[in-house]
């Protein structure tokens, strides 16, 4: 697609801020019926690995309305990646990202280590991850689209999530001030500095980019963290005011916001929405371990054009 095109289709999308109109016809739509509460999400199924029409289509449905589904299965502790790897599969995800801490699946267990480099990351410990979107320190052309976990094992105590629609977010933060948009859209609104090795080497060069992302597609894509350190935000009033409304939205109690706690068998399936994780506490029966899933495309069936009449 050229930049011509690419333009053209930013303009025609419920997310440009040049088309009021057509925005506020997708909000609307977006906002009736809207879920209202975590149990709305969850739909039981019997295996991933064998899911049925009708199981697919209920956690299909959620998906597009809320950019995110919950299932619960009766696989248990079964630790086979091709739980998670069959659903991604059946929700049209090809491209996962091998990233390299991953398995040799392209899947990443996520459970505590207390030795080699992984213990140098926060997902690789029992410690609280704040709001954010997976990969936002990714590349513009490497960004991920899709996240989907698998639940393995629980922690003995402790480990809810909370999870939001970015899409929500967008549209608060809109219906506040559209220029609190216009700053997130900002070229260099969100910049991740590079990441150096032991040796000095450059393993990650400075990635600059925008928050909200118009896709060539027309959907709305979201890289954010509200993480204060190893990051640098667009120093200017207006982007100052964005953030702080947004945190200040993440923050406070919303029924836009699901807390919960997956169990064992359970997973999420999402185009990457906002998400936490709290503490959690391991004991010798109990270790917690997810698999986590990240994908450079998003869930097929979930666009913009193939949910809303515009």
């Known amino acids: ?5 690419q333009k053209l289709a930013a303009t025609a999308s419920p997310f440009s801020l040049d ?24 739909v039981e199924i019997n295996d991933p690995r064998k899911l049925t029409d009708k199981e697919h289509a209920a956690l299909l449905q959620r ?3 809320a ?21 991604g599969r059946r929700f049209g995800l090809q491209d996962i990202n091998k990233n390299w801490l991953a398995d040799e699946t392209g899947l990443t267990s996520l459970t505590v280590r207390n030795e080699g480099v992984r213990q140098n990351y926060i997902p690789y410990t029992n410690r609280a991850i704040n709001w954010h979107t997976d990969g936002y320190y990714n590349a513009a052309n490497r960004q991920i689209h899709a996240l989907n976990l698998h639940v393995v094992m629980q922690a003995a105590s402790g480990g ?11 549209i608060l933060l809109r219906e506040k001030n559209p220029d609190y948009i ?14 150096i090795d032991e040796g000095g080497t450059v393993a990650r060069p400075e990635e600059p980019g925008p928050v909200f992302i118009i896709m060539p597609s027309g959907d709305l894509h979201m890289r954010y963290t509200i993480r ?16 702080a409304y947004l945190q200040e939205i993440l923050n406070n109690p919303s029924p836009y916001i699901y807390r919960g706690r997956l169990e064992s068998g359970m997973g999420l399936v999402s185009n990457n929405v906002l998400h936490d994780r709290a503490a959690f506490t391991d004991d010798a029966t109990h270790k917690r371990h997810y698999y986590r899933a990240r994908y450079f495309d998003r869930l097929q069936g979930t666009g913009i054009a193939d949910i809303y009449t515009l």
Not at 160 to 170: G, K, P, S, T, V
């Open 1 to 5: 697609m050229t930049s011509a095109q």
């Open 63 to 65: 998906c597009q309305k």
């Open 67 to 87: 950019n995110m589904a919950l299932y619960a299965s009766k696989t248990g502790t079964d630790p086979d990646p091709e739980i998670p790897l069959s659903m």
């Open 182 to 195: 216009r700053a997130l859209m900002g070229p260099k609104a969100m910049t991740i500095p590079a990441r």
């Open 19 to 42: 088309n009021n109109d057509l925005y506020q016809r997708w909000r609307d739509q977006k906002l009736k019926d809207y879920p209202q509460g975590l149990g709305d999400l969850l």
């Open 228 to 243: 204060v350190n190893n990051v640098m935000w667009a120093d200017d009033a207006l982007s100052r005011e964005a953030l």
């Open 160 to 170: 809810e999530n909370q999870l939001m629609d970015h899409e929500i977010a967008y």
